[in-house]
């Protein structure tokens, strides 16, 4: 077994539990990172905007160098947390002890976990002065841009991670498969040259591409590598560091990306022993440009060939669904599902599709009585809602008002002079039935969620307050 897989099969031994969600407060995290820096050296080397910490953490005592960076956009943190998986591996290696050893011997390695702590606090890409860090390695306005580039000048790294995610809606060039995990190796000139330093690093990716293969074969793609001059990796690429951004994409069902922080975890220290060993020697710049493209082409849900009437004709269009994540406290977020294309998308594809030849758009129904959501039948509310869903009702008011933005169940709620749209709106929310040629009701879509009448509801569903 390689590495790589050894890695990912005992991973469970390493993962760090304390943090397990995509949001959390940057204590809640330096928190969990104190004990496990324990054994290595951890410095505060400058504050945010705001006045918070911005740590490093330094691993290792050989001469080869490398330097981490993670959440310099503050809304993608699956990288931080792989991070505290990374020291915890070092910390208590299991059977990889002398692997650890050899590694610590070879090279010293150097992360900054959460870059952006204010950011990370509101779960927003910019920070708190409204800078994207990854537009400031030119001006280096904002003070965490300054610690970024000081670090790069005092450690002077060999090789150099970015670390972000992406939007879910990335697809591999051509196919519907997410990009799960995306790669470049940034250019650091407008004529984007390949000298030593930047063929190393493709290298490298064509490596850990191959490795990834294994586990999510078809799910890795390449980033768009247009020179910016103003982003981190372009710059530190120009240092003659061998600079690679990581992208953590999608899978279906990991709400938490905990399988993209997995996927992470194992790259990481795959890539530390190749830099290590030279492994990335056995791959071609040429192997790094056949990696396929990312896309962004898709949706949440893709509904194929669907009726729409409107004034006595009938049309017959696809329609795509994406669902906006929308915070709600330090650590949940709730689904609002809009309409966000109508028309032919034969060369795009949907997490979940349907081809709904044979069914049309019918506007949902609101249930005339209003729900009582204090009352004992609150208990029963699941199967109510089954039942009204089934007979066509997305919308329901509730006696005395309701003031949570959201519901943890596929309805809405809604005042009393709501007219529901007769059909579905671009840019609004996703709420529709489809029915079939007799008017039996076949699919329902509610806010976003697609369901089948009859089949269990769509994981982690919820309906909006519309009131
Ligand atoms: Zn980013």
């Not at 060039?173 to 040259?193: M, V």
């Amino acid at each position: 077994m390689g590495l790589f897989q050894q890695l990912f099969s005992q991973y469970d031994q390493y993962h760090v539990p304390r943090i397990e969600t995509n949001r959390f407060p940057p204590e809640q995290y330096y928190a969990a990172l104190k004990p496990l820096a324990e054994p290595f050296s951890r410095q505060q080397i400058g504050q945010s905007v705001a006045g918070r910490p911005i740590y490093a953490v330094t691993l290792g005592t050989g001469p080869l160098k490398v330097l981490l960076w993670s959440q310099m956009h503050g809304n993608e943190s699956t990288a931080s947390r792989a991070i505290l998986d990374i020291l915890h591996f070092f910390t208590y290696p299991k059977n990889l002890a002398s692997f650890c050893k050899g590694l610590l011997e070879e090279m010293t390695i150097c992360i900054v976990p959460v870059l952006n702590p204010d950011g990370t606090a509101r779960f927003q890409r910019r920070n708190a002065l409204g800078i994207d860090l990854n537009r400031d390695a030119r001006a280096f306005t904002a003070p965490e841009s300054q610690v970024l580039r000081q670090v790069v000048a005092d450690f002077a790294p060999d090789f150099a991670f970015n670390l972000h995610d992406q939007r879910r809606f990335y697809n591999v060039q051509g196919t519907r498969k997410p990009s799960t995990i995306a790669f470049l190796a940034p250019a650091y000139n407008a004529g984007e040259d390949i000298d030593k330093s930047r063929a190393t690093a493709m290298q490298l990716i064509a490596f850990l591409r191959e490795e990834l293969e294994g586990i999510i074969p078809g799910q890795v793609g390449l980033y768009d590598d247009t020179y910016t001059p103003r982003a981190f990796g372009d710059y530190v690429q120009g240092t003659r560091a061998s600079t690679i951004l990581v992208e953590a994409g999608w899978e279906k069902h990991d709400r938490e990306k905990e399988f993209v922080r997995k996927l992470n975890f194992c790259l990481l220290i795959t890539a530390f022993a190749a830099i290590a060993n030279r492994g990335y020697n056995s791959f071609f710049v040429t192997d790094y440009q056949r990696i396929p493209m990312n896309d962004e082409r898709l949706f949440d849900v893709l509904i194929r060939n669907v009726q729409l009437n409107a004034a006595g004709a009938v049309y017959n269009v696809d329609m795509g669904i994406s669902r906006e994540e929308i915070s709600d406290g330090e650590t949940g977020y709730y689904s609002r599902g809009l309409i966000t294309d109508i028309g032919d998308l034969r060369e795009w594809y949907g997490f979940e599709e349907l081809d709904a030849t044979g069914l049309q758009v019918k506007a949902g129904k609101v249930l005339p009585e209003p729900v009582d959501l204090k009352m004992r039948a609150v208990k029963k509310l699941p199967e109510a809602v089954a039942t009204m869903l089934g007979q066509g009702y997305l919308f329901c008011k509730v006696k005395d008002g309701f003031a949570n933005r959201y519901v943890k169940l596929p309805v809405n709620i809604v005042n009393d002079g709501f007219t529901p749209p007769a059909n579905p709106e671009f840019e609004q929310e996703a709420n529709f039935l489809l029915t079939d040629a007799d008017g039996k009701i076949k699919y329902l879509v509610v806010n976003g969620f697609l369901w089948a009448v009859g089949k269990p509801w769509p994981e982690n569903a919820n309906g909006l307050n519309m009131s």
